[in-house]
């Protein structure tokens, strides 16, 4: 089943340029309205129809013009139904165990989104937001999406975007969305947050840009290491309900399969939170564009100065933790000593598994672009240089790193 609602408050209309339309009358407070001034020109009769309002057709539609870093022209919201797929944040070139929000596996060859440092954990990519893909909005009026998701087995998904122009060439964005799901087996249950905030900002000559985003992810997955093999638990009619089937970590969480919940006893928990700053100016060619009544700049760039900076912190974690009460768990010291040669105390002490890596990033990036058609800014020469500063805290050592990176794009 899915629910949307898409509603969007009622506010003057703005043309790109920052111009009012008209919009109907409506009197001032204090001030007596148009048809009261009529009905008084014509020797005080009342011509006042109460509830009757001309309105224009304007008013009540709205276009939302949607970019990216990349984007040269604006683009509107899909709202085609035929690949739900888009929609959907595990894409259908991915394979997983069928559990929605857990570790899933392209089948399509994929190049780096980025040049540089790389912590290496990519299972649960799918889940988390980029800020290399974040969209920014020119909307006339504030504009409010809400999506309600509910799949088999109580998996959730809560979508919430809103987005305003503050000042004609400013815009802001908010974006949220929580996936949850309890999962099939027994410690399976992810619980996935993600939220973000988008500013756009354009000068009024269009030769300057202002790009700010604030990201936000975490991702906890539940891990069970697969069921136990000791029987045959898939068709003994016992363990109908498969929450019961018992696994080979995790314990017994019973009573913990609250979608909002965030208690992870066995599992993975990352986070990470990105802050970007990207600021563009431009030289080139101002031109305008003269109608009736407005008047919109246009501005043709053929050499492009690009600086970027970038905050990234970010946290992996996977625990196996002791526990009693609604949750009993004592992690299995011969499992992870065949597997992962992980030494633990004997069974039935009390001992858990905690691997931790942490990273923090500080880039600094310096690009120029050159526009050999000034008609078609999709064609381009880019050169640059980044700095990236990296710290890590992991169970082995703190490392202290740096990369000096130079790159070109035609």
């Not at 305008?288 to 970027?308: A, G, W």
């Amino acid at each position: 089943m899915l629910l949307t609602v898409v509603c969007f408050a009622q506010q003057p209309v703005r043309r790109p340029g920052g111009v009012r339309l008209p919009t109907t009358n409506t009197p001032t407070p204090g001030q007596p309205s148009p048809v009261d001034n009529r009905g008084a020109e014509q020797g005080g009769r009342d011509t006042t129809i109460s509830g009757v309002e001309r309105r224009e057709y304007g008013d009540d539609s709205l276009r939302v013009e949607v970019y990216s870093f990349t984007s040269v022209r604006p683009t509107t919201f899909d709202t085609l139904v035929r690949d739900y797929t888009l929609r959907f944040p595990i894409p259908a070139t991915h394979i997983y165990l069928g559990n929605d929000g857990a570790a899933t596996r392209s089948l399509l060859f994929a190049t780096p989104q980025r040049t540089g440092w790389d912590p290496g954990f990519h299972s649960h990519d799918v889940y988390k937001w980029r800020p290399e893909n974040t969209r920014f909005y020119n909307t006339p009026k504030p504009y409010t999406e809400l999506g309600y998701t509910l799949a088999s087995g109580q998996a959730q998904i809560i979508d919430l975007l809103h987005t305003q122009n503050i000042k004609p060439y400013w815009n802001v964005a908010f974006q949220y969305r929580l996936f949850a799901s309890p999962g099939t087996f027994r410690n399976q249950k992810a619980n996935h947050r993600n939220y973000l905030i988008s500013s756009w900002y354009q000068a009024q000559n269009k030769r300057y840009n202002n790009y700010f985003v604030i990201l936000n992810n975490k991702v906890q997955a539940g891990e069970s290491g697969g069921i136990l093999t000791d029987k045959d638990y898939l068709n003994d009619p016992i363990f109908d309900i498969r929450p019961a089937v018992p696994t080979q970590i995790g314990g017994n969480p019973s009573g913990a399969r609250n979608l909002f919940s965030t208690l992870l006893t066995t599992g993975r928990l990352e986070k990470d939170m990105n802050v970007l700053l990207r600021q563009q100016y431009d030289f080139g060619r101002k031109d305008s564009l003269v109608t009736d009544s407005t008047v919109i700049p246009l501005f043709y760039p053929r050499v492009r100065f690009e600086h970027t900076f970038r905050y990234t912190k970010s946290s992996y974690l996977f625990q196996d933790l002791y526990a009693t009460g609604s949750v009993i768990n004592n992690p299995d010291s011969t499992y992870y000593k065949n597997n992962y040669g992980i030494t633990l105390l004997p069974n039935g002490a009390a001992d858990s598994v905690i691997l931790v890596d942490q990273w923090r990033e500080i880039s600094n990036d310096f690009s120029v672009y050159q526009f050999p058609d000034a008609n078609n800014l999709q064609q381009y020469i880019k050169l640059g240089a980044e700095l990236q500063l990296l710290k890590g805290t992991t169970s082995k050592a703190s490392p202290s790193l740096y990369n000096i990176i130079a790159h070109g794009e035609y």
